[in-house]
């Protein structure tokens, strides 16, 4: 999950092999919500031949 004041964030994030899967809204202090994207990291399984 990155900032979306953050782009290049985002960009590390999908050259470190993470892949983006959605979005999800953050509540902050004052009520209002800011959408953050998320990532996740698929394992790979090295034992399969």
Given at each position: ?49
């Amino acid at each position: 999950m990155h900032h979306p004041d953050n782009p290049a964030s985002g960009r590390v994030l999908v050259k470190a092999g993470f892949t983006r899967v959605g979005a999800s809204d953050r509540h902050n202090d004052d009520g209002g919500a800011i959408p953050y994207e998320l990532y996740a990291l698929e394992a790979v399984d090295t034992l399969a031949a």
